[in-house]
Nanobody, 123 residues
Framework: QVQLVESGGGLVQAGGSLRLSCAASGRTLSSYAMGWFRQAPGKEREIVTA????????YYADSVKGRFTISRDNNQNTVYLQMNSLKPEDTAVYYC????????????????WGQGTQVTVSS
Protein backbone atom coordinates (compact mmCIF):
# COMPACT_ATOMS: atom_id res chain seq x y z
CA GLN A 1 0.00 0.00 0.00
CA VAL A 2 1.08 3.51 -0.79
CA GLN A 3 -0.43 6.64 0.69
CA LEU A 4 -0.09 9.82 -1.33
CA VAL A 5 -0.60 13.34 -0.02
CA GLU A 6 -0.54 16.37 -2.31
CA SER A 7 0.26 19.88 -1.19
CA GLY A 8 1.11 23.25 -2.67
CA GLY A 9 -2.13 24.16 -4.36
CA GLY A 10 -3.73 27.56 -4.04
CA LEU A 11 -4.90 30.70 -5.78
CA VAL A 12 -2.56 32.40 -8.22
CA GLN A 13 -2.89 35.03 -10.91
CA ALA A 14 -2.48 34.16 -14.55
CA GLY A 15 1.19 34.07 -15.45
CA GLY A 16 2.18 33.01 -11.97
CA SER A 17 3.76 29.83 -10.69
CA LEU A 18 3.04 27.10 -8.19
CA ARG A 19 4.90 24.00 -7.15
CA LEU A 20 2.91 20.98 -6.11
CA SER A 21 4.38 18.22 -3.99
CA CYS A 22 3.24 14.64 -3.58
CA ALA A 23 4.61 12.86 -0.54
CA ALA A 24 4.42 9.10 -0.41
CA SER A 25 4.42 6.80 2.57
CA GLY A 26 3.99 3.11 3.09
CA ARG A 27 6.34 1.91 0.39
CA THR A 28 9.34 3.35 -1.39
CA LEU A 29 8.40 5.61 -4.24
CA SER A 30 11.14 4.22 -6.46
CA SER A 31 8.96 1.16 -7.07
CA TYR A 32 6.39 3.24 -8.94
CA ALA A 33 5.99 5.42 -11.92
CA MET A 34 4.17 8.59 -10.93
CA GLY A 35 1.67 10.80 -12.64
CA TRP A 36 -0.13 14.07 -12.11
CA PHE A 37 -3.72 14.30 -13.26
CA ARG A 38 -6.27 17.06 -13.03
CA GLN A 39 -10.01 17.42 -13.10
CA ALA A 40 -11.82 20.66 -13.75
CA PRO A 41 -15.50 21.15 -12.88
CA GLY A 42 -17.73 19.39 -15.38
CA LYS A 43 -14.80 17.75 -17.14
CA GLU A 44 -13.22 14.32 -17.06
CA ARG A 45 -9.98 13.65 -15.27
CA GLU A 46 -7.02 14.09 -17.62
CA ILE A 47 -3.37 13.31 -17.43
CA VAL A 48 -1.07 16.28 -17.06
CA THR A 49 2.34 14.65 -16.83
CA ALA A 50 4.02 11.43 -15.75
CA UNK A 51 7.47 10.17 -14.92
CA UNK A 52 8.98 6.69 -14.95
CA UNK A 53 10.38 4.98 -11.88
CA UNK A 54 13.93 6.06 -12.60
CA UNK A 55 12.95 9.49 -13.84
CA UNK A 56 14.48 8.79 -17.22
CA UNK A 57 11.20 8.96 -19.12
CA UNK A 58 8.56 11.65 -18.92
CA TYR A 59 5.32 12.52 -20.62
CA TYR A 60 3.56 15.89 -20.88
CA ALA A 61 0.14 16.73 -22.20
CA ASP A 62 0.35 19.15 -25.10
CA SER A 63 -1.52 21.77 -23.08
CA VAL A 64 1.29 22.00 -20.49
CA LYS A 65 4.42 21.36 -22.53
CA GLY A 66 7.03 24.01 -21.93
CA ARG A 67 5.22 25.31 -18.83
CA PHE A 68 5.09 22.39 -16.40
CA THR A 69 7.93 20.19 -15.17
CA ILE A 70 7.64 16.93 -13.28
CA SER A 71 10.47 15.69 -11.11
CA ARG A 72 11.00 13.14 -8.41
CA ASP A 73 13.26 12.65 -5.44
CA ASN A 74 13.17 8.99 -4.58
CA ASN A 75 15.29 9.56 -1.48
CA GLN A 76 12.66 11.96 -0.14
CA ASN A 77 9.78 9.80 -1.46
CA THR A 78 8.37 12.90 -3.12
CA VAL A 79 7.26 13.90 -6.59
CA TYR A 80 6.99 17.51 -7.67
CA LEU A 81 5.08 19.43 -10.30
CA GLN A 82 6.49 22.85 -11.11
CA MET A 83 3.85 24.91 -12.89
CA ASN A 84 4.89 28.14 -14.60
CA SER A 85 3.01 30.59 -16.80
CA LEU A 86 -0.25 29.42 -15.35
CA LYS A 87 -3.46 30.06 -17.27
CA PRO A 88 -7.08 30.18 -16.09
CA GLU A 89 -7.70 26.95 -17.98
CA ASP A 90 -5.23 25.22 -15.64
CA THR A 91 -7.76 25.63 -12.85
CA ALA A 92 -8.59 22.16 -11.51
CA VAL A 93 -8.09 19.73 -8.70
CA TYR A 94 -4.68 18.14 -9.19
CA TYR A 95 -4.07 14.55 -8.18
CA CYS A 96 -0.89 12.55 -7.96
CA UNK A 97 -0.99 8.84 -8.58
CA UNK A 98 1.32 5.84 -8.55
CA UNK A 99 1.51 2.84 -10.87
CA UNK A 100 3.67 -0.27 -11.19
CA UNK A 101 2.87 -0.35 -14.89
CA UNK A 102 5.42 0.68 -17.51
CA UNK A 103 2.55 2.42 -19.29
CA UNK A 104 2.42 5.77 -17.56
CA UNK A 105 -0.17 7.66 -19.58
CA UNK A 106 -3.32 5.66 -18.80
CA UNK A 107 -5.26 6.65 -15.68
CA UNK A 108 -6.93 3.26 -15.20
CA UNK A 109 -3.51 1.63 -14.78
CA UNK A 110 -2.69 3.75 -11.74
CA UNK A 111 -3.05 1.87 -8.49
CA UNK A 112 -2.89 4.59 -5.85
CA TRP A 113 -4.27 8.11 -5.77
CA GLY A 114 -3.98 11.09 -3.51
CA GLN A 115 -6.92 13.19 -2.34
CA GLY A 116 -6.08 16.09 -4.61
CA THR A 117 -5.16 19.72 -4.18
CA GLN A 118 -7.05 22.66 -5.66
CA VAL A 119 -5.31 24.99 -8.08
CA THR A 120 -7.16 28.13 -9.07
CA VAL A 121 -5.77 30.57 -11.62
CA SER A 122 -7.45 33.94 -11.83
CA SER A 123 -7.45 36.03 -14.98
Amino acid sequence: QVQLVESGGGLVQAGGSLRLSCAASGRTLSSYAMGWFRQAPGKEREIVTAISRSGGRTYYADSVKGRFTISRDNNQNTVYLQMNSLKPEDTAVYYCAATISVVITTARLYDYWGQGTQVTVSS
